[in-house]
């Protein structure tokens, strides 16, 4: 097997980022299977056609069963909104097809759980897009902690902070309403927090939290894409519910027994995408903010008393993961990159026969908190995560 031939569903945001990891791949990482941009699918037939020949794609159809039933197709790339993920997902394992899925896995637990029976009794592979845990300061934090060079952990801190819609008159998109975007800015922002907390420190067993959805009505919209969206000039245009949150705040208990806390917000004015966390631990802490994403701050106790203090590690040259594949030391990569470095896992899990990490099980897992966080929202008290 040299290559695996790839249909996409949807072309956006995180269409292009896909497609262009696949893209790069071969230059970067040529020992690797490469993937074959054949199809991608959308709704939209002027706009799939577009992307299919910006992109690269040989060829684009709007219909995501007919991709699906094609003999052709290895592995479906689902990036559409998330209400889909669902019902692609059950007919793509059915079809004996390889399955890379964007966050958050589903609308709720229960449709990721039957989503991970499905790619399990089909026997296919199966990848979430938890991208930012494939950035070289992330896995340089990893280390350390694997290494117990941070000794203990006592806190994980977390926020991801935007402010893409604080515009009162910022349009209804799709992003905004449950039935397909699932939640607000707890799924779509949180999610990433919460892999990234199961991923660094462990398994949360309890949570409380709190939300709030600020605007409570928007200006439907007259166009959308997957952030941005148009309304109209024109005040008498109806309006609609926003039915998800705008913010979700959590507390949670570790298994290891770390403390640790999550904001995602959407209402941070000032914040166009901070994605930060900080770790504390008996023997030193590390500090992580995507926005100058190939550092990571580090402090460790045992230094001398006179240069004691968090230092700059530039996670760029030969000791740090991925290093090898990109530019001379020092010489900085970017947020692309982390898709490039997913999609090497994934093409690197078919070639060795293995599911890939992070899977539906991550994916499940992350829903899980996702809904003990909304449970203990309604019930305003403690919930313990193994009981959903
Ligand atoms: C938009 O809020 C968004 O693009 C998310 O959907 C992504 O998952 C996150 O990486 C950045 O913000």
Request: glycine fraction near 8%; charge should be negative; charged fraction near 25%.
């Amino acid at each position: 097997m040299e290559s695996i031939k790839v249909g996409m569903i949807g072309y956006k945001f995180m269409g292009k980022a896909h497609s262009h990891a696949y893209r790069d791949l071969p230059m970067f990482f040529p020992d690797h299977l490469r993937p074959e941009m054949k199809v991608i699918c959308g709704r939209n037939p002027e706009g799939v056609a577009q992307a299919a020949s910006q992109y690269g794609w040989e060829e684009y159809t709007t219909n995501w069963k007919d991709l699906i039933r094609r003999d052709d197709i290895d592995l479906i790339d689902i990036n559409a909104p998330s209400d889909v993920h669902k019902e692609i997902t059950l007919a793509a394992a059915q079809a004996g097809k390889h399955i890379f899925c964007e966050k958050p896995l589903a609308l709720t637990l229960q449709d990721s759980r039957h989503m991970l029976e499905a790619v399990e009794a089909a026997g296919v592979k199966h990848m979430v897009g938890f991208n930012y845990r494939f950035t070289p300061a992330v896995l340089l934090a990893k280390k350390l902690i694997a290494e117990g060079r941070l000794g203990d952990i006592y806190h994980f801190r977390a926020w991801f902070l935007q402010d893409w819609i604080v515009a009162p008159d910022f349009p209804l998109v799709w992003r905004l309403q449950k039935d397909i975007a699932g939640s607000g800015a707890h799924g779509d922002l949180g999610a990433h927090l919460i892999d990234m907390a199961h991923f660094l420190i462990g398994d949360i067993t309890e949570v409380i939290g709190m939300n709030e959805t600020f605007i409570k009505e928007r200006p439907l919209p007259t166009e959308m894409t997957g952030l941005s969206g148009r309304g109209s000039n024109d005040h008498t245009v109806p309006k609609g519910p926003v039915t998800v949150d705008d913010a979700t705040l959590f507390m949670a208990r570790f298994a290891n027994g770390a403390l640790g806390s999550f904001e995602a917000t959407r209402f941070a004015t000032g914040h166009r995408s901070t994605n930060s966390f900080e770790i504390n631990g008996s023997k030193g802490s590390v500090i992580f903010d995507f926005e100058r994403l190939n550092e990571l701050q580090v402090y460790f106790t045992d230094d001398q008393d006179d240069v004691q203090g968090f230092r700059r590690v530039l996670a760029t040259d030969g000791a740090h993961a991925y290093s090898d594949r990109w530019w001379p030391a020092g010489h900085t990569i970017g947020y692309e990159h982390t898709f490039i470095h997913e999609i090497a896992e994934l093409m690197e899990s078919l070639q060795e026969g293995r599911q890939p990490v992070p899977n539906f099980k991550d994916g499940v897992k992350c829903q899980q908190v996702l809904e003990a966080v909304d449970l203990s929202i309604a019930k305003r008290e403690w919930i313990q995560v193994s009981d959903l």
